[in-house]
């Protein structure tokens, strides 16, 4: 089956999260980082702006309000971007899928509810169209066993103080930096975002958390002696009641550096306010001691800091950054905003 190319001009559902970042994060990305040429975006709430005015991205791409107003801008292929309350679609909306469909579109589907052999669906598949289910847990895995630490590269996983930090976009922007220095550098997916806009990897929350690392393990035997560094995206977090991925990213990558996201001013976790985000110089000291667990794995820095100031205009933007870099004692920037160089030392030297 062949999946979404460079080639396939895409039409990106979105509605009611243009506006909203964690919500739309997966078509955000798409919009700032996708290969494939983006031709409309599909969102109601927003139909009547521009893409610039929702999104601060300055592309011309038109916003129109249904799947059938985009056909006129001739895609190939509808990914979902949205991410809704329980993973599922709501009725109205999956049925813009099935209406995708039947026009000969291909569908991208990043959310936890497959759709690939949905009975609305499949029927009216031609035979150049698919359905992509991205989470999904590759064959043939097996457990870790930390063979990832005898690599020859680096290997530099993003860690973060909460989930929709920015690890994802840290990851990117550090291998885009690396590859214009004429560096080996390859960036390694972890999620349906990443996955989708064409780096090799897993999904990672679709795997059984007894192969989790071995997962990611396997990303690391399969590309570390080809490259001088592999950029892991990172997951979830440490701090984070809910999330378990980021112990097997740890282990599965054995990073030889850690680059820690954070956002500007947020002290508690996002969907659990009376969880408390600690100093961040206590939340370094933290991912140090578990990736080295006491000595039983190599001594880890975090030599990094990527600081997501997105919601900050730009003169406390800076003002962040100058007081984050004088807290820790490490270089610190906003990736977006000025790029990814200004961490690069603590990697490369």
């Known amino acids: ?42 969102d109601y709430a927003a139909a009547d702006l521009t893409l610039e005015e929702v999104t601060g991205i300055d592309k011309p791409i038109p916003l129109v309000p ?60 031609g035979p150049q169209q698919w359905i992509w289910d991205v989470r999904q847990e590759p064959p043939g895995l097996t457990v870790g066993t930390g063979q990832a630490s005898q690599l020859p590269c680096k ?24 590859l214009g220095r004429g560096l080996r550098s390859k ?4 999620g349906q975002t990443h996955l989708m806009l064409g780096d090799d990897g897993v999904a990672l929350d679709a795997v059984r958390v007894d192969y989790a690392s071995g997962a990611v393990e396997a990303l690391m035997m399969r590309y570390g002696f080809d490259h001088d560094l592999l950029f892991i995206e990172g997951q979830g977090s440490l701090l984070n009641p809910s999330s378990t991925a980021t112990l097997p990213l740890l282990r599965g990558s054995q990073p030889t550096h850690l680059v820690l996201v954070h ?21 370094i000291q933290l991912y140090e001691q578990v990736t080295a667990a006491g000595g039983a794995f190599a001594t880890t820095r975090v030599v990094a800091i990527a600081l997501n100031t997105g919601h900050l205009p730009a003169d406390q933007a800076d003002q962040a950054l100058q007081a984050t870099q004088e807290a820790t004692g490490l270089p610190c920037t906003d990736v977006f905003r000025y790029g990814a160089d200004p961490l690069l030392p603590g990697i490369l030297n």
């Open 1 to 42: 089956m062949t999946y979404l190319q460079p080639h396939h001009r895409l039409a990106l559902l979105m509605h009611e999260g243009t506006q909203q970042p964690n919500r739309g994060k997966t078509g955000l990305a798409m919009l700032r980082y996708s290969p494939a040429p983006i031709v409309a975006v599909i």
């Open 263 to 283: 956002r500007a001013g947020q002290s508690h976790i996002h969907n659990c306010p009376q969880v408390k985000i600690p100093d961040l110089n206590q939340v």
């Open 187 to 190: 960036a390694i997916a972890t």
């Open 155 to 178: 290997r530099i996983l993003t860690v973060g103080t909460d989930m929709s930090v920015g690890k994802m976009s840290a990851t990117l922007e550090l291998h885009r930096a690396c």
């Open 66 to 125: 249904s799947v059938q107003a985009a056909l006129a801008y001739g895609p190939e292929v509808l990914a979902i971007g949205i991410a809704p309350s329980g993973g599922r679609l709501p009725d109205p909306w999956f049925a813009e899928v099935e209406q995708a469909v039947r026009a000969g579109l291909s569908i991208v589907n990043g959310l936890h509810t497959p759709i690939g052999n949905h009975a609305a669906l499949t029927p009216w598949l």
